[in-house]
């Protein structure tokens, strides 16, 4: 059972340039989350996609966009970018499960953006 | 907002325990984490605890739950080499699906 895939592993862009980053769950998830890593930092809750829609979202500019897939695979886009936006990117998958109960967040390897 | 503060560097000798802590200010939270990050890897969860329950165990691993004073450790035994990582502390509000993480607490084992 393949866990939680990203791609690509490295990316290397210029300021302004826009960039997409992909993330499949591991099977059997329907829930996908984003996180931004800056080096030396904790990850950062981007968003999370449930049903093709954006359930809540992090403090971050509109700049950072998303998309849900019907096979539950996520994109995550970045417009505009900046030099602080160089971090690890990792996504997450889990199962949504109603009410107050154990929900396990699986991590991909993430992809590591450079913006020069 | 919510805040979750680790101390950055932990140093043991090899076989010693190793006690990483954290702490949290949202009240409302649900459960609590632990993920170990190996270098150039994502994360990997090592255990959680329920806010209602005080203490986990886990093999080599205990986490201990204050909730009155929104502490959380874990306590590795017999630490290894293996175990040089960072360790991240993660609080899952209630209500809240993104989880807020730590600094990281970088786990140096000394031979």
């Known amino acids: 059972d393949a866990g939680v895939t990203q791609s690509p592993t490295h990316l290397i862009k210029t300021r302004g340039q826009q960039v997409t980053l992909r993330c499949s769950p591991k099977?059997?998830?329907?829930?996908v989350s984003w996180y931004q890593q800056a080096l030396g930092q904790g990850p950062q809750f981007i968003f999370q996609y449930y049903e093709e829609e954006e359930r809540q979202r992090g403090n971050f500019p509109d700049r950072f966009s998303g998309h849900q897939f019907p096979n539950y695979s996520s994109e995550l886009n970045v417009n505009a970018l900046l030099l602080g936006d160089s971090a690890l990117y990792l996504c997450?998958?889990?199962?949504?499960?109603?009410?107050?109960?154990?929900?396990?967040?699986?991590f991909g390897p993430g992809t590591r953006l450079t913006v020069l | 907002g919510e805040d979750v503060e680790q101390s950055l560097f932990l140093s043991v000798r090899e076989g010693d325990s190793s006690v990483i802590n954290c702490t949290y200010t949202?009240?409302?939270?649900?459960?609590l984490y632990w993920y170990k990050q190996e270098p150039g890897a994502g994360l990997q969860l090592l255990t959680y605890i329920f806010s209602n329950m005080d203490m986990k165990q886990d093999q080599r691993l205990t986490v201990l739950l204050n909730k009155k004073d929104k502490h959380l450790s874990l306590r590795i035994a017999d630490t290894q080499t293996g175990d040089s990582a960072i360790y991240f502390c993660?609080?899952?509000?209630?209500?809240?699906?993104?989880?807020?993480f730590g600094k990281g607490t970088h786990l140096i084992i000394q031979p």
């Open positions: 949202d009240s409302s939270s649900t459960y």
């Open positions: 099977s059997g998830h329907d829930t």
């Open positions: 993660a609080d899952e509000g209630g209500g809240a699906d993104g989880l807020t």
């Open positions: 997450a998958s889990s199962l949504a499960i109603r009410g107050p109960t154990y929900n396990e967040q699986f």
